[in-house]
């Protein structure tokens, strides 16, 4: 007897919804594949963790109630995105931790949230997911995922069954690329550094795609590989395990724009 549908709720995030909606496309794609029900819920909003991480304990709270609202009763919340996830599962329960009846409920949405790749190795069990990519790829281990969620060999496991992708592990994955949240807005030079490092190891890979599963820290090391005038790409882990690649183009890159569509229009003289 098969066994029912999981419902579940995607947190889309608002670095996906703002910059990058094809992330969120090739998650509910994963997740459908998986044997899920997907859901996008239309009342959630930012989970509140750049007012948390800059003391505004009373907005936070005020996002997080919002959030814990909008997402009850589904059998899980998945998000694209360690950072949120983190917020979400480690961060709401200290927020609440004076409020007993908010306490329940946070610790609740906290029990029933996963980052993606950790729902779909952990939660479903996809075991590596088959597809074919023709890339050599470094993978960045985002802060939050890693410290916070323990995510390292899930995303490695699932990616493991791309046909014609290779991995190659860059020196010092595991540190931080400077992005940080409000950090690099914070200490704009001590970030410039710190990504300047981070690229200098992933162009020590010869990889040319750059692979990872924050927007944050995607976008800030994107934009810094770019400015070297490097031609790594930079994508999404989602993306890539969806086999979506094509559907848009790399992280900080602008779409092609048709010859005829980028004239301005000139009228012609009476």
Request: charge should be negative; aromatic fraction near 6%.
């Amino acid at each position: 007897m098969s066994q029912p549908r999981p419902t579940v709720a995607l947190f889309v995030t608002c670095l996906v919804d703002l910059m990058r909606p094809a992330v969120g496309f090739a998650a509910v794609k994963l997740l459908e594949d998986a044997g899920c029900d997907v859901v996008v819920p239309a009342a959630q909003t930012c989970c509140g963790q750049p007012a948390y991480n800059s003391g505004d304990s009373k907005d936070a709270r005020a996002l997080a109630r919002g959030v814990i609202e909008a997402f009850a009763g589904f059998d899980y919340v998945v998000l694209p995105s360690g950072s949120c996830g983190g917020t979400i599962r480690v961060h709401y329960p200290e927020m609440f931790a004076n409020d007993p009846v908010w306490l329940d409920r946070a610790r609740d949405l906290a029990r029933r949230t996963y980052e993606l790749t950790t729902f779909l190795a952990e939660v479903r069990k996809t075991g590596p997911i088959s597809g074919a990519l023709d890339a050599v790829t470094a993978y960045h281990d985002s802060c939050s995922g890693l410290r916070e969620l323990k995510i390292r060999a899930q995303p490695r496991e699932l990616l493991s069954g791309i046909q014609g992708l290779e991995l190659r592990e860059m020196a010092e994955a595991e540190a931080c690329c400077g992005f940080g949240g409000l950090f690099c807005v914070k200490y704009p030079e001590v970030s410039e550094k710190m990504v300047d490092v981070k690229v200098d190891a992933i162009l020590a890979t010869g990889a040319d795609m750059l692979v990872g599963g924050d927007m944050g820290c995607l976008m800030n090391m994107a934009g810094r590989l770019q400015r070297r005038g490097s031609r790594v790409e930079v994508r999404h882990v989602a993306e890539v395990l969806a086999g979506t690649v094509a559907d848009a183009p790399p992280i900080g890159e602008a779409e092609a724009v048709p010859a005829a569509a980028s004239a301005p229009a000139v009228r012609e003289p009476a």
